[in-house]
Nanobody
Framework: VQLVESGGGLVQPGGSLRLSCVAS????????MSWYRQAPGKERELVAT????????NYADSVKGRFTISRDNAKKTVTLQMNSLKPEDTAVYYC?????????WGQGTQVTVSS
């Protein structure tokens, strides 16, 4: 299993970023996918989850209405569109899936929101 994130960077408050995660090594279309984030000195937290077929999504209260998770099963990609970014969104963002009782994480991509 391999999960490779991209799209992080430095953005001003109020700006937008689009994170992508490309999966390989497993049958992507049958597993739910999630994005987590970890800020310095804080625990890793769940940001958003999307069901295997993409019909169901869930978000942390802190990002509802600003972030959108989506997936393309043909391209084995899950995306996190982040709008109206705030300084408190600064963190390393990780792609995640649980497959056969095993947690699988990407390497993470840094998102920094600062003026």
């Amino acid at each position: 299993v391999q999960l490779v994130e991209s799209g992080g960077g430095l953005v001003q408050p109020g700006g937008s970023l689009r994170l992508s995660c490309v999966a390989s090594g497993f049958t992507f279309s049958v597993y739910a996918m999630s994005w987590y984030r970890q800020a310095p000195g804080k625990e890793r937290e769940l940001v958003a989850t999307i069901s295997s077929g993409g019909r169901s999504t869930n978000y942390a209260d802190s990002v509802k209405g600003r972030f959108t998770i989506s997936r393309d099963n043909a391209k084995k990609t899950v995306t996190l569109q982040m709008n109206s970014l705030k300084p408190e969104d600064t963190a390393v963002y990780y792609c995640y899936t649980r497959r056969q009782s095993v947690d699988n994480w990407g390497q993470g991509t840094q998102v920094t929101v600062s003026s």
